[in-house]
């Protein structure tokens, strides 16, 4: 039996005949919406801040940036934060660092 959340991927037709076809033995169950601290405690005991760390670190990077570039002369309508994947896997190690 595998006890996963309810996030739409696991949902997914795809994953899901994906796993029966590959893993025919495993009882694929879903822990109720709003349900994971009880079912899953590390995901709220553990994961949970170390989430939060990160996410504030994301942000702080997007307020930096988004404060530099208006403190540069860009007009606002004009401002874009870069979100492109080579840009968010730098940055991302050092939210990894600053939440570690």
């Known amino acids: 039996i595998w006890l996963i ?25 879903f822990v109720p919406g709003g349900c994971t601290g009880v079912t899953q405690p590390a995901d709220t005991g553990m994961q949970r801040p170390l989430k939060n760390i990160i996410r504030k670190a994301a942000l702080e990077d997007v307020v930096h940036e988004t404060q530099q570039k208006l403190q540069a002369g860009i007009a606002p309508e004009e401002l874009r934060v870069d979100v492109t994947i080579a840009t968010l896997c730098n940055r991302t190690v050092a939210w990894l660092k600053k939440a570690h």
Do not use: A
Not at 5 to 29: A, K, M, N
């Open 5 to 29: 959340d309810c996030w739409s991927i696991h949902r997914s037709e795809s994953f899901r005949g994906w796993l029966f076809s590959v893993y025919p033995w495993i009882l694929l169950q």
